[in-house]
T-cell receptor, first 113, second 117 residues
Framework: KNQVEQSPQSLIILEGKNCTLQ??????????LRWYKQDTGRGPVSLTI?????NTKSNGRYTATLDADTKQSSLHITASQLSDSASYIC????????????FGAGTRLFVKA | ETGVTQTPRHLVMGMTNKKSLKCEQHLGHNAMYWYKQSAKKPLELMFV???????ENNSVPSRFSPECPNSSHLFLHLHTLQPEDSALYLC????????????????FGEGSRLTVL
C-alpha cells in the first residue's frame, strides 16, 4: 500500500535552535518527493523537490535529504525563526502518469521565543 | 491578482443548504484540483480537472459536485452536506505535461473553511 508517514506529529523548539523532520514512504514507482510548508490558515507552499538521483537540496535555512534505498527523507531547519511555525507536509508522487500523489499527515512545528 | 484565489474563505451552512465554493487561478496552468483537509489527516484528493475535463474522482459522495467551465475557474457545489464534511477545502493548480499526468508543483489557494451545522 502506498503510504507516507511523518514524524514527529508535532514539535516545539526554541527560536534559534535546529530541528529535523522525518518522512518515510512506501510508494512505488517513485517519481519525486516534495516538502510543503503550510502556515496556519493558508494553503501549502512548496519548499523543495527531490528526484530519485538527488540526495540533498537546500532552500535557504531548509535542507532536504533523500535516501531512495531506505525510502526516507528529512527536512532540516537551521537557526529556526518564529515564522517557521507551521505544518510541514511530505508529498510523494508516483511515476505512473495520472495524478497519483500521496500526502503525509504533516508535522506541526511550534517555534517559541 | 496572482496565484490561486478561493472564495469564500469561511462558510457556515446547514445540512439542507446549497452553496458553492469558487476557485480561480491566474498562473496559466492547465490542471485544477479540489482537496479536502481535515484535522490531523493527510490531504484527500477529491477531483482533478485536466484541460477542463474531469480526469479523477476519488469516490467522493454525490453531495459534492464539481464544475470546471474553463481552465482558470473551478467550482465545488455543495448540497445536503453532513457535519463530518466540515473541513478546509483547498483548490490547487498545476501544469500538466504533454504526456499527461501530474508530477509538478501544486500551487494552492488559501482554502475555504467549511462548517456544516
Amino acid at each position: 500500500k502506498n503510504q507516507v508517514e511523518q514524524s514527529p506529529q508535532s514539535l516545539i523548539i526554541l527560536e534559534g535552535k535546529n530541528c529535523t523532520l522525518q518522512c518515510n514512504y512506501t510508494v512505488s514507482p517513485f517519481s519525486n518527493l516534495r516538502w510543503y510548508k503550510q502556515d496556519t490558515g493558508r494553503g501549502p507552499v512548496s519548499l523543495t523537490i527531490m528526484t530519485f538521483s538527488e540526495n540533498t537540496k537546500s532552500n535557504g535555512r531548509y535542507t532536504a535529504t533523500l535516501d531512495a534505498d531506505t525510502k526516507q527523507s528529512s527536512l532540516h531547519i537551521t537557526a529556526s525563526q518564529l515564522s517557521d511555525s507551521a505544518s510541514y507536509i511530505c508529498v510523494v508522487s508516483l511515476n505512473t502518469g495520472g495524478f497519483k500523489t500521496i500526502f503525509g499527515a504533516g508535522t506541526r512545528l511550534f517555534v517559541k521565543a | 491578482e496572482t496565484g490561486v484565489t478561493q472564495t469564500p474563505r469561511h462558510l457556515v451552512m446547514g445540512m439542507t443548504n446549497k452553496k458553492s465554493l469558487k476557485c480561480e487561478q491566474h498562473l496559466g496552468h492547465n490542471a485544477m484540483y479540489w482537496y479536502k483537509q481535515s484535522a490531523k489527516k493527510p490531504l484527500e484528493l477529491m477531483f482533478v480537472y485536466s484541460l477542463e475535463e474531469r480526469v479523477e474522482n476519488n469516490s467522493v459522495p454525490s453531495r459534492f459536485s464539481p464544475e470546471c467551465p474553463n481552465s482558470s475557474h473551478l467550482f465545488l457545489h455543495l448540497h445536503t452536506l453532513q457535519p463530518e464534511d466540515s473541513a478546509l477545502y483547498l483548490c490547487a493548480s498545476s501544469q500538466v505535461g504533454l504526456a499527461g499526468g501530474y508530477t509538478g508543483e501544486l500551487f494552492f489557494g488559501e482554502g475555504s473553511r467549511l462548517t456544516v451545522l
